[in-house]
Every structure is written in C-alpha cells, then in structure tokens.
C-alpha cells in the first residue's frame, strides 16, 4: 500500500512540477501572475485530441506540437497584451484573466460542451514491488522527466536561459550588462506556455479533454508555487513532488476531496509560517 501512494504520488508530482515551473517562472522574470496558464495547458490537449485522435498522427508528436502551438500563441499573447502590464500584479492579473475567459469560450464554441476523449496510445500494467504501475502513467512520468532535463539544460548551458536567470535575479543590472529584455520576456512567456501545453498534451489520453480541463490544474499549479514560493524554480519541483505525495496519501486513506481541502490548508499553513514559501527568498 505504501509503495503504492509513493508511485502515485510521483507520477502525479511530475506533471505539477511542469505546470508549476511555467507559472512561477513567468512570475519570477516578468511578475506576472498568469491566470490563463491552465488554459494553455487546455491548448496542449485539444492539438493532441485533434491530431492524435482525428487524424492518427504519433501520440508524441502530436504532444511535441501542442506544446509549440501553446508556445506560439502566448509569444503572440505576450507580446499583444502583457508586454506593457510588465511588473504591474494586479493589471497583469486582470489580464489574464480575461485571456483565460476569451481561451475557454473559443474552444467552447469551436468543439461544444461535451467532454471528449483520446484513445490511450499504451495499454497494460507492470509492477515495481508490490505497487502496479499503469503504463501510460509510466509514459507520461517519462515524458514530463524527458521535458524538466530540457528545461534544466536550457536554463543553465544556453545563452538565453542565463539572459532569463539574470533578469529574474537583477532586471537592472542585466539590462545594464546588455541583455534583451524584451526577447527574454517573450522567450519566458512563450517557454511558460509550453511547458503548459506539453503538460496537456501527455495528460490529454489519461483524461478526457474539454474548455474547462485547465481550470483544476491550474489551481494545483497554483498551490505549488505558493508551497515552493513564487518565482523559484527548486520551489516548484519541491512544491509539485510534496503536492503529489500528499495527495496520493490522503486520496488513498479518505477522499479525493479531503486531499483538495488538505492541499489549501498547506496553503494558509505557508502563508502564515513563511510567506515567501518553503524555497523563496524572504524580502529584507
């Protein structure tokens, strides 16, 4: 039973932890708290049902081009909307918002209400101990492992991840030293919603696709940054890693709602012991 919940609740960790690095990120680079990144991740899964599904493309591919086309439309986005509202919280927040509304009425209008699903690419189970492991949540866990190696090795070999990690630890002095800030702030945006429509996209088979899918991921994202702390990338993996364990526990022993109600009880418990959350830097 214990070996159970630990792989359940690792399998789900991972797929916070690529929702929740977008999140924070943007927050981190531009201090944009964006509202509409579940609705990205939401992108993600209806190219996979539209590609995958209707037209039988490769699971991964049509994964590989729900996260570019989740990218694409928030460089578009970014560069529309929020590239004025950078550092403006609340404004940013607003606008957000209101793309998130615009993105959840469009796939409203343009697929309906109904839920939809995509056939499930790999079938069967193996065991790891005593625990049973689906393989297409084995798949998936492979999948967000083969996206945080990436994301990692763009942050620390490439010439615009150090761009985007100056200009999240010190905006001024790296302007001063050369550094872009517009192309780093399209580049973090668009990397953001990537990584959401990459989430979407591996999660679109496990379950079913609609214009309100994002909203529930969204929230999670939400409560792993607040755990790991806003604008920390350690935070996040921390953060999603603790969420899932904690959620495969008390979804096991009780319900999937005590394991919701428990997730914003961590919440409040952070905000009150350590604002800036488990990994964030505390304001002097």
Same mark, same amino acid.
């Given at each position: ?7 359940? !609740?690792?399998?789900?960790?991972? +797929? ?30 209806? /190219?996979?049902? +539209? ?6 493309? %490769?699971?991964?591919?049509? #994964? ?21 509202? #950078? ?24 697929? !309906? ?7 499930? %690419?790999?079938? &069967? ?35 615009? !991840? ?9 905006? @001024? ?5 050369? /550094?872009?800030? &517009? ?16 989430? &979407? ?8 696709? &609609? ?22 990338? %350690? ?11 904690? @959620?495969? /526990? ?22 009150? #012991? ?11």
């Amino acid at each position: 039973m214990i070996e159970q919940m630990i792989v359940n !609740g690792l399998l789900a960790g991972l +797929i916070y932890v690529i929702m929740a690095l977008g999140f924070t990120m943007i927050f981190g680079i531009m201090r944009i708290v964006n509202f509409a990144h579940g609705e990205f991740y939401m992108i993600g899964a209806v /190219v996979v049902f +539209i590609l995958a599904g209707s037209f039988g493309w %490769p699971f991964f591919l049509a #994964v590989l081009c729900g996260g570019l086309a989740a990218g694409l439309l928030g460089v578009v986005i970014e560069r529309a909307l929020f590239r004025r509202l #950078v550092s403006e919280e609340m404004p940013s927040m607003i606008m957000s918002l209101a793309v998130a509304i615009i993105l959840q009425s469009t796939v409203l209008i343009v697929f !309906g209400p109904a839920e939809q699903s995509v056939n499930r %690419p790999f079938s &069967g189970v193996w065991t790891l101990g005593r625990a049973v492991v689906p393989w297409d949540r084995t798949v998936v866990a492979l999948g967000a492992l083969v996206v945080l190696a990436g994301f990692y090795a763009f942050l620390k070999l490439s010439r615009l !991840g150090l761009a985007m990690r100056a200009v999240a630890q010190d905006p @001024e002095t790296s302007s001063l030293m050369g /550094v872009e800030a &517009g192309l780093v702030y399209s580049a973090a945006f668009g990397m953001s919603c990537l990584l959401a429509g990459l989430a &979407g996209g591996l999660m679109a088979p496990i379950y079913t696709v &609609g214009p309100y899918m994002g909203e529930l991921p969204m929230l999670k994202a939400f409560v792993v940054v607040i755990l790991g702390g806003l604008g920390s990338v %350690p935070g996040a993996m921390l953060g999603g890693l603790l969420l899932g364990l904690s @959620e495969s /526990v008390l979804s096991t022993q009780f319900s999937s709602g005590i394991a919701l109600i428990a997730s914003f009880l961590m919440v409040l418990l952070i905000v009150v #012991v350590r604002p800036a959350g488990l990994m964030g830097r505390i304001a002097r």
